[in-house]
């Protein structure tokens, strides 16, 4: 199983940037994906979360109504939309699969995992 994350840049805030998650060796039909984001020096913490093939998603608060989680089963890609960046956004960002709902994000978070990718990494500045 791999997953290869993709789109980190540079940006300023306000900006908006599309992050990629592209898996193989197994399917976006039997796994839910992920995003989390580890500031410089802080936590990683989930970010959003979706499972394609009944379309429930979990998207925390810190960036509800700024950040979309989408995806494609038949291109084995989620896509994170980040809208109205913000420095706090700040971090790598990485994606990962579980089988599992999105409802136990919160309070399981990254425990629930499978597989990881490398991470993609995202600036935001003034």
């Known amino acids: 199983a791999q997953l290869v994350e993709s789109g980190g840049g540079s940006v300023q805030a306000g900006g908006s940037l599309r992050l990629s998650c592209t898996v193989s060796?197994?399917?976006?039909?039997?796994?839910?994906i992920t995003w989390f984001r580890q500031a410089p020096g802080k936590e990683r913490q989930a970010v959003s979360c979706?499972?394609?093939?009944?379309?429930?998603?979990y998207t925390s608060d810190s960036v509800k109504g700024r950040f979309t989680i989408s995806g494609d089963i038949a291109k084995n890609t989620v896509w994170l939309q980040m809208s109205t960046l913000k420095v706090e956004d700040t971090g790598v960002y990485y994606c990962?699969?579980?089988?599992?709902?999105?409802?136990?994000?919160?309070?399981?978070?990254?425990?629930?995992?499978?597989?990881w990718g490398k991470g993609t990494a995202v600036s935001v500045s003034t």
């Open positions: 060796g197994f399917s976006l039909n039997d796994y839910a």
């Open positions: 990962a699969a579980m089988v599992g709902f999105c409802t136990s994000i919160p309070v399981e978070g990254e425990r629930l995992m499978d597989y």
């Open positions: 979706v499972r394609l093939i009944d379309e429930s998603t």
